[in-house]
């Protein structure tokens, strides 16, 4: 089943403790990105990657890094979380390249909460 | 003012109505328009995409598009109580190889 995989789906964790949200797709998709949702904002991109080794900021990147080292995953990094990271957090990845062009599948979501 | 914006709701239809759900854009290079519906608890999938002026229909949904004045609309005909739902409008940015969503409008189909 093509599906976008994400680890914990729940995590409730404390100000400052590292932590990795993992994203996995088994569709080859080239392009993956971490989208963040909250009430009142919509769906904002944090980090989006067109290929292997090749990342780029979204629009809210701050606080977060990620990782492109096999086509298929893409982990979302909180080295120090603080309390306005709680969220929920969505993984996509896209066929194409140009997303303006295609369909997104979603991950099925990570609720965060920073203590 | 917000790159995508949409009504947040509640838009309450009863049963067999017509659904109309609007979204408005800021940036006029956009080119491609997207709607996403969001059940409660789960994650976006695509149901219409359109990019050119006018109306595309897909089943009971009808997208349509408006360059001129910055409008997008997502109609659903014979609204079924399964269809309440988030609908999430997105936009490509013209420079860009983004999408930006609006927040959403919850439809609440009432049986």
């Known amino acids: 089943e093509a599906q976008v995989t994400q680890n914990p789906r729940y995590l409730i964790t404390v100000t400052g403790k590292k932590l990795t949200v993992t994203c996995s797709q088994n569709m080859n998709h080239e392009y993956m990105s971490w989208y963040r949702q909250d009430p009142g904002l919509g769906l904002r991109q944090i980090y989006y990657?067109?290929?292997?080794?090749?990342?780029d900021k979204g629009d809210v990147p701050e606080g977060y890094k990620v990782s492109r080292k096999e086509k298929r995953n893409f982990p979302l990094i909180l080295e120090s979380p603080s309390p306005n990271q709680t969220s929920l957090y969505f993984c996509a990845s896209s066929l194409r390249l140009a997303v303006n062009t295609g369909e997104l599948f979603f991950g099925e979501g990570s609720r965060l909460t920073v203590l | 003012q917000k790159e995508v914006e949409q009504n947040s709701g509640p838009l309450s239809v009863p049963e067999g109505a017509i659904a109309s759900l609007n979204c408005t854009y800021s940036d006029r290079g956009s080119q491609s328009f997207f709607w996403y519906r969001q059940y409660s608890g789960k994650s976006p999938e695509l149901i219409m995409s359109?990019?050119?002026?006018g109306d595309k229909e897909d089943g009971r949904f009808t997208a349509q598009l408006n360059k001129a004045s910055q409008y997008v609309s997502l109609l659903i005909r014979d609204s079924q109580p399964s269809d309440s739902a988030t609908y999430l409008c997105a936009a490509s940015l013209g420079a860009t190889n983004k999408l930006i969503f609006g927040t959403g409008t919850l439809l609440a189909v009432q049986p």
């Open positions: 359109i990019y050119s002026n």
């Open positions: 990657s067109m290929n292997v080794e090749v990342t």
